[in-house]
């Protein structure tokens, strides 16, 4: 039982514990029982019933262990992966696209930003494939006629290869969870087109320009606030941001990264003393709730709107091209560099692996808080 999700009258439900690869999740059963005192270490217990439930918890424990000894790639299925497994095992078979789509989606969670821009790549892929089609029936001809449909209309290298990634992600989901072999991948041969490197960094002088800029509106200032405190935290990502709770956490901040924590790989927690420079807006955007309020939106779609229109006034007020909210983040990451500062140190406050060096030296290596919050001082040092 999970004391947390205790029902009126201190009902509770039983869930069976999935743990797996380092995580757990949890099944829920239709089993009830009245209080938390009919339930210890791990059976029913004090009810005239309780032989049965037990007996029923078994059966439902049995059954689920079958499906996972009949699972060959278990292994390397996530947690939450291995529970949809479970509860679909007996179900309809997924066998389109559009089911496919569906459960990645719905067993994938991501932030709002992502899942705004998986929808639009849907759309698009829908234009050229069916999406009714058996996922089984897709081959390399299909993926060579999306390809040629986005090229024909003039899309850029990086939008068609968004879309084709996007595309790839389904067919590898499909073939990760058992719903399709192929001889051949539809993938098989298919090259992705090159991105182009977009020039959103800044220098130091810009950034100073930015930063000291007194702009007319209120939400502009607020918004150039926020561009700067991504920079000051070290090109901390804005839902990052937006999402971290600074109440009686003004000297030191730790948190993972919105866009990796639901990855399989594990990457470790970002920490480090927040400078002075940061504490100054913190305190001004802050909420009475600890979170960030930078304007009347939440984050959402429709905020990361109002910021894209803001910046383009602080791109024309300040002669800055180029200007896009990632570019706090890339220009972070270039001044510590030019500054000398161990790309590793770098990773680890970008949030990044601090294992991709390819040497077996990174296996070896310990970035320390203290040498992140060394790094950030040294590069905002740098810009006084």
């Known amino acids: 039982i999970v004391p947390a999700k205790v029902l009126k009258g201190g009902r509770h439900k039983i869930r069976i514990a999935v743990a797996h690869n380092g995580e757990t999740r949890y099944i829920v059963t239709d089993i009830t029982i009245d209080s938390a005192k009919e339930f210890k270490s791990g059976s029913v217990v004090r009810r005239p019933d309780a032989s049965y439930l037990n007996t029923k918890i078994r059966g439902i424990m049995q059954d689920y262990q079958k499906i996972i000894d009949e699972i060959e790639y278990a292994q390397g299925l996530t947690c939450s992966e291995l529970i949809f497994q479970l509860k679909n095992y007996h179900a309809v078979k997924i066998t389109t696209l559009s089911q496919v789509r569906e459960s990645m989606e719905s067993n994938r969670p991501c932030s709002e930003g ?123 990502n804005i839902a990052d941001m937006m999402s971290t709770n600074f109440n009686g956490n003004l000297e030191e901040i730790e948190y993972k990264r919105i866009k990796t924590i639901s990855k399989m790989e594990s990457h470790p927690p970002v920490r480090f003393r ?95 808080p203290e040498m992140a919050t060394d790094a950030i001082r040294k590069v905002l040092d740098n810009l006084k």
């Open 274 to 368: 927040v400078p002075e420079e940061a504490k100054e807006i913190i305190k001004r955007l802050i909420g009475n709730d600890g979170f960030i309020k930078a304007t009347n939106s939440q984050y959402s779609t429709r905020f990361s709107g109002v910021m894209h229109f803001q910046l383009r006034k602080i791109a024309k007020a300040t002669g800055i091209d180029n200007l896009i909210f990632y570019s706090a983040r890339k220009s972070f990451s270039q001044h510590a560099f030019d500054l000398g500062i161990s790309t590793t140190v770098i990773d680890y406050i970008l949030g990044h692996s601090v294992q991709k060096g390819g040497s077996c030296l990174f296996h070896y290596l310990r970035v320390t």
């Open 114 to 236: 992502t899942s705004h821009a998986h929808e639009n790549f849907w759309k698009a892929l829908i234009k050229v494939i069916d999406p009714n089609i058996k996922i089984s029936a897709l081959t390399p001809n299909h993926v060579t006629k999306v390809d040629n449909f986005f090229l024909k209309k003039g899309l850029s290298g990086s939008t068609i290869s968004n879309y084709m990634t996007y595309l790839r992600a389904l067919i590898n989901y499909a073939i990760k969870l058992g719903f399709v072999e192929y001889k051949i991948n539809p993938f098989m041969g298919y090259k992705m087109r090159k991105t182009s490197v977009r020039e959103a960094w800044l220098t130091v002088d810009q950034v100073r320009t930015i930063r000291d800029f007194k702009f007319k509106k209120e939400t502009t200032n607020k918004c150039r606030d926020l561009f700067m405190l991504s920079y000051y935290l070290g090109g901390m």
